[in-house]
Structures are given as structure tokens and as C-alpha cells.
């Protein structure tokens, strides 16, 4: 049976004519993942996002209102100024982060879930997303019955023995293997690939399928059983997995679908292809990028730290080395922006966006704002930490010391009232529980504090001991 919740051409091109007088919403990937989940047929039988009385059934016991197992809720979440221009009735246009028109939304509700605003309807699709990569490994579920699958569903990659029980079980059930590699939009998925395209190579069993799913890794119960049921929209009877089986045995006589467990397989357990491989996708420490990222009151000498540091590496240095400082920031990059809390996040989220892109492509990011809030810092390490290494400094000079230095006159100004929402003055520093170093400047010098940060970058394995970047 043709789950896909796509439009024929005549219609797509009805709605796409309609879309231009429609609210729109420009998708992140994380929904753009969902939506083409949908609009494939592999979140069958949902039809739409879920409406409020389906989202707490949902929550509450893994069941549509209908009673159909649904494992976890799956509502579009839309920025208020934007709701208020919305009512139930409406037609929202769903477009891809470029704006391209993916899918009309029917409203049939709005509703609120702990602060965030949740739009539920049905969806007709128009296009599915565009991916320019791995094409042909993009597979969509059967429109009707075919050879027998059974599905390993893996997040990472693939060793030999893992793979080779895999495909002994399918050859077992007399069933082809389908491997379902979750792509969650990152550029880990290139290596990935290329690590299971290497094992495959020392496969002896041929009757495999390689395949790219545009969703997450599932780390609970509820998220596999999730996994279980788009495995059996794509003919599968089975799941294979290291992950949590037991919501699926549970129910596996309902979604026909019945989970085993896998080992997770050994570094050891590789092949000289995959070992080669490995090392592309895995680089040893001292030839990742990584960001040191200073967080300070004005005045605490981490500008001067990230100075002597800068030079320290470009000296050794056969990476790019580039400093991010609070003050140049501002000035370049948001000099727009105010001094208020969201818009202080705004802008070490911005230096958070550049020194993880540097980080990603393996350079050396500095970065010295003062970055008061906690929240935020912790936003700033996850984001970069998913590209290399992440190493939070503290410079946790005292208040009154920075205040005696005050080498601009912010704090005399901000004392006399000339300056609002000053840090340390009139707004909070969140002295960080999470820093990999903390550094009092008022008992050693500059180029003493960078000797610190040289020195953990040498223990954790950023920097070799005495030799070149």
C-alpha cells in the first residue's frame, strides 16, 4: 500500500500556485528530517503533525487517541510572532531552510507544550527535500511487497563481526539485509559511509542493501520502537541493533516487528580497509581542530592570555590559528547588537557558529569574550564539541582586582550609571562549573597563564610536547 503523502503532479502544482499567498515557515533540519519522513510513508500511519489531544496521548501512553501505537509525539513547534499571524484554518507553505516549498500544513490546532507553540494538521507534500549527496542510497519505502528484510540500524559504523552476524541472521530468515545508516544532518555521514562501504568490502554475503535514513540515532526504548516502526514501513521484519529491544518485543506481535540484539563491535574487530579508514573519520587528537574559548570579567587578562596563546601556536603551528576576540567581534561581527542578555547570547552564539566551523575543517579557533552566562556557554561547547575539541578556560580573576585595572574606564562608568547591563556591576557572571581550566591571573603572569593552557593542551593530546602542531 502507497503511504507517501505526496501530491500528484496536477495537484503539487495547485498548491505550489496557492503557497504564494500563505504563511510561510522556513524548516531546520531537524524538522526538514521529520517532514520527509512523513511525506515518504516512513511515519506511517501518521498523516500530519500531531494535534494536542494526540500529542498528551502520545506522551502519556505511546498511543494515538485512535489507539494506534505511536511511540513519541511529533508536533511542528513555530515562533510566536509568527503564530499570531496563523489561526486554525489556515494554510501554512513548509519550505526547506532555502526556502524551497516542500509541503502544505492544514492547521487544525495550536497549542502550547512546556513554553514552545505546536502546530498539528495534516500535510500534503509537494517535493521531498533535495540532497545533493549519496543519492542513490536515499531509498524510500516500498509502494508494495518485496524480497523479505530485515534491518541493521546503525548511528555509527559498522565492524566486521557486527556486520557479519547481521547479514548470517538475514541469510538465516532468508532475508536481504537492509542497512539504514541515521543520517541527523551533520558531515559525520561521509565517513560513516565511507567506514561501511569499507566493511562491506570484506563481507562474504552479497544480498545487502545500503541505505541513508534523515533522522537522529534513537538512544532510548521509545526511540527504537520508533525505529522498529519505519523498519517495517521499508518490509522489514526485523531489527537489528545494540540498542534497547525491549518496547519493541514488546509490541512486535502489533507492528510486526520483532528486535535483536546485537553486540556493539570492537575497535580491534576491522580490516585494513576499515582501519584506513578509521583514521580518516577518527584523526588522532593532534591533528584535530579544537576551539579554547576564554570566559572572563573585562578586565581578567584573558584578551591578553588569547594573544600570547595566539602567537605560542602559530610558532609550532601547522594549522591555522585564528582569534576570536570579545572586543574585534563586536566590532566586525555584530556591531548591531545591544548589551542585553538575548542579545549577548546572540553574539556568542555567532562566535560559536565561526569558531566551530573553524574547529570542523581542522583549525585552531580562540575565542576570548567575556561570555557570562552559563546556558550559553554550555549551547557554545555542544555546538563546537560535535566538530572537535572544546576546551573552556576560566579566567577567574576577582571583581575588585579587574575593577583596579580597569584600563578603558568601564567600570567608573558603569559605577556613575553611564553604562547599563555592565557584567560584574549591574548584570551576573556565571562563573562556569564546567571550565577544563581555571586560571588566576592575579598570582602568576600572562605568559605564565598561557603556559597553563599550553601545558593541558599538551596532557590532553591537542598539542604534541615540544614538536609542531
Same mark, same amino acid.
Request: a negative charge; charged letters at 20%; glycine letters at 8%.
Given at each position: 500500500?502507497?503511504?507517501s503523502?505526496?501530491?500528484?503532479?496536477?495537484?503539487?502544482?495547485?498548491?505550489?500556485?496557492d503557497?504564494?499567498?500563505?504563511?510561510?515557515?522556513d524548516?531546520?533540519?531537524?524538522?526538514?528530517?521529520?517532514?520527509?519522513?512523513?511525506?515518504?510513508?516512513?511515519?506511517?500511519?501518521?498523516?500530519?503533525y500531531?494535534?494536542q489531544?494526540?500529542?498528551?496521548?502520545?506522551?502519556?501512553?505511546?498511543?494515538?487517541?485512535?489507539g494506534?501505537l505511536?511511540?513519541?509525539?511529533?508536533?511542528?513547534?513555530?515562533?510566536?510572532?509568527?503564530?499570531?499571524?496563523?489561526?486554525?484554518?489556515?494554510?501554512?507553505?513548509?519550505?526547506?531552510?532555502?526556502?524551497?516549498?516542500?509541503a502544505?500544513?492544514?492547521?487544525?490546532?495550536?497549542?502550547?507544550?512546556?513554553?514552545?507553540? @505546536?502546530?498539528?494538521?495534516?500535510?500534503?507534500?509537494?517535493?521531498?527535500?533535495?540532497?545533493?549527496?549519496?543519492?542513490e542510497l536515499?531509498?524510500?519505502?516500498?509502494?508494495?511487497?518485496?524480497?523479505?528484510?530485515?534491518?541493521?540500524?546503525?548511528?555509527?559504523?559498522?565492524?566486521?563481526?557486527?556486520l557479519?552476524?547481521?547479514?548470517?541472521?538475514?541469510?538465516?530468515?532468508?532475508?536481504?539485509?537492509?542497512?539504514?545508516?541515521?543520517?541527523?544532518?551533520?558531515?559525520?555521514?561521509?565517513?560513516?559511509?565511507?567506514?561501511?562501504?569499507?566493511?562491506?568490502?570484506?563481507?562474504?554475503?552479497?544480498?545487502?542493501?545500503?541505505?541513508?535514513?534523515?533522522?537522529?540515532?534513537?538512544?532510548?526504548?521509545?526511540?527504537?520502537?520508533?525505529?522498529?516502526?519505519?523498519?517495517?514501513?521499508?518490509?522489514?521484519?526485523?531489527?537489528?541493533?545494540?540498542?534497547?529491544?525491549?518496547?519493541?518485543?514488546?509490541?512486535?506481535?502489533?507492528?510486526?516487528v520483532?528486535?535483536?540484539?546485537?553486540?556493539?563491535?570492537?575497535?580491534?574487530?576491522?580490516?585494513?580497509?576499515?582501519?584506513?579508514?578509521?583514521?580518516?573519520?577518527?584523526?588522532a587528537?593532534?591533528?584535530?581542530?579544537?576551539?579554547?574559548?576564554?570566559?572572563?570579567?573585562?578586565?581578567?587578562g584573558?584578551?591578553?592570555?588569547?594573544?600570547?596563546?595566539?602567537?605560542k601556536l602559530?610558532?609550532?603551528?601547522?594549522?591555522?590559528?585564528?582569534?576570536?576576540?570579545?572586543?574585534?567581534?563586536?566590532?566586525?561581527?555584530?556591531?548591531?547588537?545591544?548589551?542585553?542578555?538575548?542579545?549577548?547570547?546572540?553574539?556568542?552564539?555567532?562566535?560559536?557558529?565561526?569558531?566551530?566551523?573553524?574547529?570542523?575543517?581542522?583549525?585552531?579557533?580562540?575565542?576570548?569574550p567575556?561570555?557570562?552566562?552559563?546556558?550559553?556557554?554550555?549551547?557554545?561547547?555542544? @555546538?563546537?564539541?560535535?566538530?572537535?575539541?572544546f576546551?573552556?578556560?576560566?579566567?577567574?580573576?576577582?571583581?575588585?582586582?579587574?575593577?583596579?585595572?580597569?584600563?578603558?574606564?568601564?567600570?567608573?562608568?558603569?559605577?556613575?550609571?553611564?553604562?547599563?547591563?555592565?557584567?560584574g556591576?549591574?548584570?551576573?557572571?556565571?562563573?562556569?562549573?564546567?571550565a577544563?581550566?581555571?586560571?588566576?591571573?592575579?598570582?602568576?603572569?600572562?605568559?605564565?597563564?598561557?603556559?597553563?593552557?599550553?601545558?593541558?593542551?599538551?596532557?590532553?593530546g591537542?598539542?604534541?610536547?615540544?614538536?609542531?602542531?
Amino acid at each position: 500500500m502507497n503511504t507517501s503523502l505526496l501530491a500528484d503532479k496536477p495537484r503539487a502544482d495547485t498548491l505550489s500556485n496557492d503557497a504564494q499567498d500563505m504563511v510561510s515557515l522556513d524548516l531546520n533540519r531537524s524538522q526538514v528530517n521529520d517532514l520527509e519522513l512523513l511525506l515518504s510513508g516512513a511515519y506511517a500511519p501518521l498523516t500530519g503533525y500531531l494535534k494536542q489531544e494526540d500529542y498528551h496521548s502520545v506522551s502519556d501512553s505511546m498511543r494515538l487517541q485512535n489507539g494506534t501505537l505511536w511511540p513519541l509525539p511529533l508536533s511542528l513547534e513555530i515562533a510566536k510572532d509568527l503564530a499570531e499571524k496563523i489561526t486554525i484554518g489556515d494554510n501554512v507553505a513548509l519550505r526547506d531552510p532555502e526556502g524551497v516549498l516542500l509541503a502544505i500544513l492544514s492547521v487544525e490546532d495550536i497549542f502550547e507544550k512546556k513554553g514552545q507553540l @505546536l502546530l498539528g494538521g495534516k500535510v500534503e507534500g509537494i517535493a521531498l527535500p533535495l540532497h545533493y549527496d549519496h543519492r542513490e542510497l536515499r531509498l524510500l519505502p516500498p509502494t508494495k511487497g518485496t524480497h523479505p528484510q530485515v534491518a541493521l540500524v546503525t548511528a555509527g559504523i559498522l565492524h566486521q563481526e557486527e556486520l557479519a552476524e547481521a547479514a548470517h541472521f538475514a541469510s538465516e530468515n532468508d532475508s536481504r539485509l537492509l542497512i539504514q545508516s541515521l543520517d541527523s544532518a551533520n558531515e559525520d555521514i561521509f565517513g560513516r559511509i565511507r567506514c561501511i562501504k569499507a566493511a562491506l568490502s570484506n563481507c562474504a554475503a552479497k544480498d545487502i542493501q545500503l541505505s541513508i535514513l534523515p533522522t537522529t540515532a534513537s538512544n532510548d526504548a521509545r526511540g527504537w520502537l520508533l525505529q522498529a516502526i519505519i523498519a517495517g514501513n521499508y518490509g522489514c521484519s526485523a531489527i537489528l541493533s545494540s540498542g534497547d529491544m525491549s518496547l519493541i518485543n514488546e509490541h512486535s506481535a502489533e507492528i510486526s516487528v520483532h528486535g535483536i540484539s546485537l553486540p556493539a563491535g570492537s575497535p580491534e574487530d576491522t580490516s585494513p580497509e576499515l582501519s584506513k579508514e578509521l583514521k580518516k573519520f577518527y584523526p588522532a587528537k593532534n591533528q584535530q581542530g579544537f576551539t579554547v574559548f576564554f570566559s572572563g570579567l573585562s578586565g581578567s587578562g584573558k584578551s591578553t592570555i588569547a594573544n600570547i596563546l595566539r602567537v605560542k601556536l602559530l610558532e609550532r603551528a601547522t594549522r591555522n590559528v585564528t582569534l576570536l576576540d570579545g572586543d574585534i567581534v563586536r566590532k566586525n561581527l555584530s556591531s548591531e547588537l545591544t548589551f542585553s542578555r538575548e542579545h549577548r547570547d546572540l553574539n556568542i552564539l555567532r562566535i560559536g557558529f565561526v569558531a566551530g566551523e573553524i574547529t570542523r575543517h581542522g583549525g585552531i579557533a580562540i575565542c576570548a569574550p567575556i561570555a557570562p552566562y552559563d546556558a550559553i556557554r554550555k549551547q557554545v561547547r555542544s @555546538l563546537i564539541g560535535n566538530n572537535g575539541g572544546f576546551i573552556l578556560v576560566h579566567v577567574a580573576t576577582p571583581l575588585e582586582v579587574c575593577e583596579d585595572r580597569d584600563r578603558k574606564g568601564l567600570y567608573a562608568m558603569a559605577r556613575a550609571g553611564k553604562i547599563s547591563e555592565f557584567t560584574g556591576i549591574s548584570d551576573p557572571y556565571e562563573a562556569p562549573d564546567d571550565a577544563e581550566l581555571i586560571i588566576q591571573t592575579t598570582e602568576i603572569s600572562a605568559e605564565q597563564a598561557c603556559g597553563q593552557v599550553i601545558g593541558y593542551l599538551e596532557a590532553s593530546g591537542y598539542l604534541e610536547a615540544d614538536a609542531p602542531v
